[in-house]
């Protein structure tokens, strides 16, 4: 069993002053912490486009970025599973709302939206006349994305929506001469749909317009490696929102129920755990040699060289 954990891996600093309340919090976490064989993957969203997260993701399937690519490429085929042709490239935009704000314009994702499949189909139907004119071509796959086919030789280096709501828009908004046909399009769908009864719908139930597209991806599915079946990890959120927020009060609560309700129950069958944070990801395994170890005086607490390192 394989447990991953986004939002369990603070920045050194916090993370070292968190290590008693986190031990006391979980403490059959603590000891598998103390107990594993840790593996450290630096993950910087900023040379990735794309979070630790979906970083680990990408790595879990055996991704390599072709040239001119970053890693945040390989989410296209990764989430467009539904698509045949392997050696295509796999464009996906995401429906998401764009807002001014003092650090530039804010997206928030998809997954922040409740978008229901009556308002995607809406939204897609009301956008096929723009399509129509550009050089792009719009196809549903699912109710927060569209596939998109490129008809030229425009291949952008993108960043995945979940990064850049936890950024900015003006970091990775592409600005370059190729840009200018995806920008108009975007241009004009976000005035398409500034009243769109989709959107003045929402409003009256106090939900954010969905105002935007949001392209990534670019790969092609045979740069992924096929999944091994019988082997699909379990993904616990718990720690997220409050990891982001830096609400750490708030996060030794998630731990506390995660322990009651996760981790104590597989006290004697450790899983392999992932953890992550903001710019790596760690990777525990169990192992009964290095278990003898680290009752060795002064090896115990050899974990604390990953999980809060000096600065």
Known sequence: MQIVLPGSLPDPREARELTPHMLKAAPTLG?????GLASATAASPAVAGCTPYERWQ???RGFKPGR??????GLGPLWGDKVTKRDQPVWLAELVHV???????RLLAARDLSITTADSVALFDSAQELFAGSTFTAHPLDTEHWRIEIHGEFAPV?????????????DWWPQD???RPWRKLVNELQMQWFEHPVNQARETRGLAPINSLWLFGGARPDQLADPIPGKQPQVH?????????HDWGRWLQALERLEATLFKPLLRKQPELVLIGNDKYVEIRPSSWLGFL????????????????LD
Do not use: I, M, Y
């Open 58 to 60: 990408l790595a879990a």
């Open 237 to 245: 959120d718990a720690l997220l929102a409050s990891f982001h927020a």
């Open 177 to 179: 001469r190729e840009a």
């Open 68 to 73: 001119g690519q970053n890693l945040s490429a």
């Open 99 to 105: 807002s001014p704000s003092r650090e530039g314009a």
């Open 294 to 309: 680290k009752r060795l005086p002064g090896t115990r607490d050899s974990w604390r060289t990953w999980w809060s390192p």
């Open 31 to 35: 000891g598998w912490l103390q107990l």
């Open 158 to 170: 993108c960043a995945s929506p979940s990064l850049v709501a936890l950024s900015s828009v003006n």
